[in-house]
């Protein structure tokens, strides 16, 4: 499994100090959370961060656009060319065109939900996507617990995903309590905040978290 580091929830006055110390071997991805205070409440980072993170990384950025009229911001992150790009199906009518733009960049295309959102909104762009981002928390609101019926919809949109090559992502929540049973279900990604910064060393809790997929998936 991989282990998609959000950086929203470390230091980020120490960024430029912390992220060369990342081994991609605990840590494959970092996970760059975009709200424009209109999708959701909170403003965080832009084109300008996310290019400065990139000087100070080899590892590939995990772009998660949570914002409105995402046509308008995503060709912004082209040249940062990174791992995936994924947009919100809940803030365009346009998803079809918004996937094939991103895929002619050469950047996989992913596409997120929000926790009340059926699986089957995305049923139509299925064959257009490389990757599908799960949120098992509210999105924007830094903290919080891994919903209820999350392990629920992972597996039914596993299942809805099964005829293609897509890669499932899960954001929000993510911890050593949950893990084992998230690689169990086939989850190839999570995004992991304070799950992975809480202990002040987050190459060894990376790590950590990785044998424990690991682990799991060996024995299912």
């Known amino acids: 499994?991989?282990?998609?580091?959000?950086?929203?929830?470390?230091?980020?006055?120490?960024?430029?100090?912390?992220?060369?110390?990342?081994?991609?071997?605990?840590?494959?991805?970092?996970?760059?959370?975009?709200?424009?205070?209109?999708?959701?409440p909170q403003i965080s980072f832009g084109e300008a961060f996310t290019k400065e993170v990139k000087s100070h990384t080899q590892i590939p950025l995990d772009v998660h656009l949570m914002v409105s009229n995402p046509e308008l911001h995503v060709p912004k992150y082209f040249d940062l060319n990174p791992y995936c790009i994924t947009f919100h199906i809940e803030t365009t009518n346009f998803s079809v065109r918004l996937a094939e733009e991103i895929r002619k960049a050469g950047i996989k295309v992913g596409v997120s939900?929000?926790?009340?959102t059926p699986p089957e909104s995305i049923s139509q762009i299925l064959p257009y996507l490389d990757l599908v981002l799960l949120m098992t928390v509210d999105p924007g609101f830094y903290g919080q617990s891994f919903v209820k019926s999350g392990f629920e919809k992972i597996a039914a949109v596993r299942k809805l995903t099964k005829p293609y090559n897509i890669e499932l992502e899960v954001d929000g929540g993510v911890n050593e309590s949950?893990?084992?049973?998230?690689?169990?279900?086939?989850?190839?990604?999570?995004?992991?905040?304070?799950?992975?910064?809480?202990?002040?060393?987050?190459?060894?809790?990376g790590k950590k978290l990785k044998e424990l997929a690991a682990s799991a998936r060996t024995r299912s």
């Open 113 to 116: 939900l929000n926790p009340q």
């Open 178 to 205: 949950n893990m084992e049973e998230l690689a169990k279900l086939g989850v190839d990604i999570t995004v992991v905040g304070s799950g992975l910064y809480k202990t002040g060393d987050p190459n060894a809790q």
């Open 1 to 40: 499994m991989k282990i998609s580091a959000s950086i929203l929830a470390a230091k980020l006055t120490g960024l430029a100090q912390e992220l060369p110390t990342y081994k991609q071997e605990n840590i494959d991805l970092i996970h760059i959370d975009v709200m424009d205070g209109n999708f959701v």
